[in-house]
């Protein structure tokens, strides 16, 4: 197995097993605890709004950071920095200060994370086993997966949310511990054309944005709802969707790096279209919802390896990872900011949740396009010449 030979992104996928844990323990039931605390459906997707446009703002300040200091210190601080957002999720009563404080502190906790990680992993990964390391990771996340709802929802009945989300707090600081030995990834201070080279990608990943709005954070509320709010439903349901999921991990990245991209394209967004049609007619129905949900964990380790291959080896052939994540990462913000505010105000005018589900089939079919094109034979391999 050459794609294992690689210590550096070994250690990320270790480090993104352990984020995985603090995430499938509390960040799913980040939307579901602001309900539950007494925040209504639609300020709830408004302040995950929030959240993205605090990144987009704060985002240029980014670049002279990781100039002075490079990536893994950025991704350090990033990964402490989502640790807060978890205490003081368990402070949030309604619309208050609290939340105020929340926004604020996981738009800049997730802007330092989500930058670094990705331009690191760009960097880190392997052209020609990219789909290997991809699925690696995504197994290894599915797996976590499984059980970590289970005990963050067991733990939020029975301990409650102070101590719940002070332990996933720790959790996810504990993540920085397989990165203490790998390297430091330095920043370039001027990289012409490095903006340029992003334009292709940013409207991918603004497209995976929207989708993203609609096939996870729109879901996951309508799914809690679905359950008639029940916190250990909700938990069971995720590990259920996460145990399918992980059998799919490994396979579709080895697909991808044999040469087969176009191929898992077309089945993976034909198959995750078909997940969302059946989402949007499952509300209202618990055994419906949990079976479209267990479908949805199948959907994204397909959807995961062709896209994200094609990002990072984009990112890695650009002049500058970092700056080519900078221009992505804003893209998905508007994305993202554009699809919770669309379906925060279908749900404040009391249209169905389904309606917004159904608004990830668009963005579904134009990124599907666009990644074709992209696993063109004439287009792949020119890239990885490239690469």
Not at 3 to 10: E, G, S
Request: with cysteine; aromatic share 10%; hydrophobic share 60%.
């Amino acid at each position: 197995m050459a794609f294992l030979r690689n210590d550096a992104i070994n250690r990320v996928n270790l480090h993104s097993g352990i984020q995985a844990l603090a995430q499938g323990a509390g960040a799913i039931f980040f939307l579901v605890f602001l309900l539950r605390a007494g925040v209504s459906v639609p300020v709830a997707l408004l302040a995950q709004a929030a959240i993205v446009t605090g990144r987009f703002l704060l985002r240029p300040a980014m670049l002279p950071i990781a100039r002075r200091w490079g990536l893994k210190p950025m991704l350090i601080v990033g990964t402490l920095g989502i640790a807060l957002q978890y205490p003081l999720l368990s402070q949030v009563d309604g619309i208050g200060i609290a939340l105020v404080v929340l926004v604020v502190v996981a738009s800049v906790g997730e802007v330092f994370y989500f930058l670094a990680y990705n331009a690191y992993f760009a960097v880190l990964g392997d052209v020609e086993h990219r789909g290997h390391q991809i699925g690696a990771r995504e197994a290894l996340v599915s797996v976590v997966g499984i059980v970590a709802p289970l005990a963050g929802g067991w733990a939020l009945v029975t301990v409650g949310p102070g101590w719940t989300f002070a332990a996933v707090g720790l959790v996810q600081a504990m993540a920085v511990l397989p990165l203490l030995g790998a390297p430091n990834v330095p920043v370039a201070r001027e990289s012409p054309g490095a903006f340029g080279a992003a334009w292709p990608a940013v409207i991918l990943v603004t497209l995976d944005g929207w989708f993203d709005a609609s096939f996870i954070f729109v879901w996951q509320i309508a799914l809690f709802v679905s359950l008639a709010k029940s916190i250990p439903a909700y938990g069971g349901a995720m590990a259920l969707a996460s145990l399918a999921g992980a059998i799919f991990g490994l396979a579709l990245g080895r697909h991808v790096d044999a040469g087969h991209g176009r191929r898992t394209v077309a089945i993976a967004y034909a198959f995750a279209a078909g997940v969302v049609l059946l989402r949007a007619v499952s509300l209202g129905s618990p055994w419906l919802a949990v079976i479209a949900n267990a479908l949805g964990a199948l959907a994204m380790p397909l959807i995961v390896p062709p896209l994200g291959a094609a990002l990072y080896n984009m990112a890695k052939a650009s002049p500058c990872p970092l700056r080519f994540h900078l221009a992505t990462e804003a893209g998905w913000d508007v994305g993202c900011f554009a699809g919770c505010v669309v379906a925060a105000a279908l749900a404040a005018t009391g249209v169905s949740l389904s309606v917004a589900i159904v608004m990830a089939l668009p963005a579904m079919g134009t990124a599907a396009m666009v990644l074709r094109r992209y696993y063109a034979p004439d287009a792949a391999a020119l890239h990885v010449r490239s690469g």
